[in-house]
């Protein structure tokens, strides 16, 4: 069975290989202009796509001529060029034209991964024995779809990456709506977090501290589902080695050593 529909995978496809870069069947530089064929981006991007739908490894996912540590080499080849973040991009616009953006009530939180490999922004983790660890911080709109997201050491308070999370949203969708509510846990409920959504003009719906509530109350759960979707041991092509690469994703798809 295959990971996604092809009605969904190769209009995908076509937007993302629009972005690639040109490239030679052989290189040019090569001294006897006869060295193996470039595995075809294609492959390794559909076996991106199977990491990422089931939360399973490279080396789980990788066939006969196309390594794991040739996907690995690609992705780390397409995030350096922002392609990722671009992907995500289109696919918001694409989303919104066909079925709409509900941006009027946002939510945000943050969750801990793992960084087994460690990378420039993994920290010790306060909920794995002191283990690499990331925090990831993800802003949503009312059906749960991933606008933008953040990540720092896994020993990072939330409430330090609202701003970068908000900022990251906006750096794929524009300004946020005025006035558009954004749904918040109590670890929220603070000066310096309240600031940054004047800033931004949002209104906070933010969760009293010491007073116990369900988290089906207000709209505050469809980022919890969203976490959960996407807290997978893999390395996808939004975070890489720890580091944003600005795409759900597509940091990070659309949202990972991540």
């Known amino acids: 069975m295959p990971a996604m529909p092809s009605s969904l995978l190769d209009p995908l496809w076509d937007q993302f290989s629009a972005l690639l870069p040109d490239r030679p069947e052989f290189d040019p530089n090569h001294p006897l202009g006869c060295h193996k064929r470039r595995i075809p981006d294609e492959m390794v991007f559909r076996l991106v796509v199977e990491a990422l739908v089931h939360g399973s490894g490279y080396e789980r996912i990788a066939v006969e001529g196309c390594s794991d540590w040739t996907i690995r080499d690609r992705v780390k080849t397409w995030s350096a060029l922002g392609l990722t973040h671009e992907l995500h991009r289109l696919a918001l616009a694409a989303y919104d034209r066909m079925i709409g953006l509900d941006l009027d009530d946002l939510s945000a939180d943050g969750c801990h991964t793992k960084a087994p490999v460690?990378?420039?922004?993994?920290?010790?983790?306060?909920?794995?024995?002191?283990?690499?660890?990331?925090?990831?911080?993800?802003?949503?709109?009312?059906?749960?779809?991933?606008?933008?997201?953040?990540?720092?050491?896994?020993?990072?308070?939330?409430?330090?990456?609202?701003?970068?999370?908000?900022?990251?949203?906006?750096?794929?969708?524009?300004?946020?709506?005025?006035?558009?509510?954004?749904?918040?846990?109590?670890?929220?409920?603070?000066?310096?977090?309240?600031?940054?959504?004047?800033?931004?003009?949002?209104?906070?719906?933010?969760?009293?501290?010491?007073?116990?509530?369900?988290?089906?109350?207000?709209?505050?759960?469809?980022?919890?589902?969203?976490?959960?979707?996407?807290?997978?041991?893999?390395?996808?092509?939004?975070?890489?080695?720890?580091?944003?690469?600005?795409?759900?994703?597509?940091?990070?798809?659309?949202?990972?050593?991540?």
């Open 118 to 258: 460690k990378g420039d922004k993994a920290g010790r983790s306060p909920v794995d024995r002191g283990k690499q660890g990331l925090k990831r911080s993800t802003l949503v709109e009312a059906r749960g779809v991933p606008l933008g997201i953040a990540s720092d050491g896994a020993n990072r308070h939330d409430s330090k990456l609202l701003e970068p999370t908000i900022a990251a949203a906006e750096q794929q969708l524009g300004a946020l709506p005025a006035k558009a509510r954004i749904h918040l846990d109590s670890a929220y409920n603070g000066k310096p977090c309240r600031k940054v959504l004047d800033d931004h003009a949002l209104v906070g719906e933010i969760a009293v501290k010491g007073v116990p509530a369900p988290i089906q109350v207000g709209k505050r759960w469809v980022v919890e589902r969203s976490q959960c979707a996407t807290r997978r041991s893999v390395v996808s092509p939004v975070q890489l080695g720890g580091t944003w690469k600005e795409v759900p994703g597509p940091d990070d798809l659309p949202g990972s050593e991540r």
